[in-house]
């Protein structure tokens, strides 16, 4: 299974945009890139995935490197309700109809006031 | 409201027992899937299943088993042979077909004394 990189933490100013980074660099072209989030003591809770072109939804946006060997999640104004654990996961369809997502540690975000 | 409800949230047994984890959907997804997270850890597949009566072990079964009679309801089994099975387990679900979002459910913590 193909994985990925991500700093340990990062922290952010309220009201500003964050930019979370995560290195694929043994993707397969098959692989979709998802990012979810968890709160402590929570279930995690998805965000976004894509391809190869850049997302938009409403919680963020996704940009994938032109190779695919990276991505960056951005928060346009982060809040104190985005402190969490964001993961970015690969994830691809086995047996034809279930897509396995491969959690590694995920980034520790902070939020200040 | 739909969802996904996982009971309880706190579950305490003792060493030697085997317990069962409680896992029900009525979003009307055919796939569901167990996790175990450690603390500090991302998540590792137990089992899922694609649909009733079917399911397939994930990267960590062993001591654990698993059942899908019904699509709302896939319960988890920890049993006496799993060696550390004091961890946080969380429960999800998603529609098949396509790259869709998996929906997690709020987690049992369970603490085998």
């Known amino acids: 299974d193909a994985k990925t990189t991500q700093p340990n933490s990062m922290e952010s100013n309220e009201e500003e945009p964050v930019h979370l980074p995560c290195n694929h660099s043994?993707?397969?072209?098959?692989?979709?890139i998802h990012w979810y989030r968890q709160l402590p003591s929570q279930g995690p809770e998805y965000v976004i995935h894509?391809?190869?072109s850049n997302v938009n939804n409403r919680m963020a946006s996704l940009a994938i490197a032109e190779d695919r060997k990276s991505s960056t999640l951005i928060l346009h104004r982060a809040t104190l309700r985005d402190a969490a654990v964001y993961y970015c996961?690969?994830?691809?369809?086995?047996?034809?109809?279930?897509?396995?997502?491969?959690f590694g540690t995920g980034t520790l975000l902070a939020v200040q006031p | 409201d739909g969802g996904i409800t996982q009971s309880p949230k706190y579950l305490f047994r003792k060493e030697g027992q085997n317990v069962t984890l409680s896992c029900e959907q009525n979003?009307?997804?055919?796939?569901m899937y167990w996790y175990r997270q450690d603390p500090g850890q991302g998540l590792r597949l137990i089992y899922y299943s694609q649909i009733v009566n079917d399911f397939q072990k994930g990267d960590i079964a062993e001591g654990y088993s698993v059942s899908r009679e019904k699509k709302e309801s896939f319960p988890l089994t920890v049993t006496s042979a799993q060696k550390n099975p004091t961890a946080f387990y969380l429960c999800?679900?998603?529609?098949?077909?396509?790259?869709?979002?998996?929906?997690f459910g709020p987690g049992t913590r369970l603490t085998v004394l």
């Open positions: 043994t993707i397969s072209g098959t692989d979709y």
């Open positions: 996961i690969l994830s691809r369809l086995y047996g034809g109809a279930t897509n396995k997502l491969i």
């Open positions: 999800a679900s998603r529609p098949t077909g396509g790259y869709n979002e998996q929906f």
């Open positions: 979003l009307n997804h055919d796939a």
């Open positions: 894509g391809l190869t």
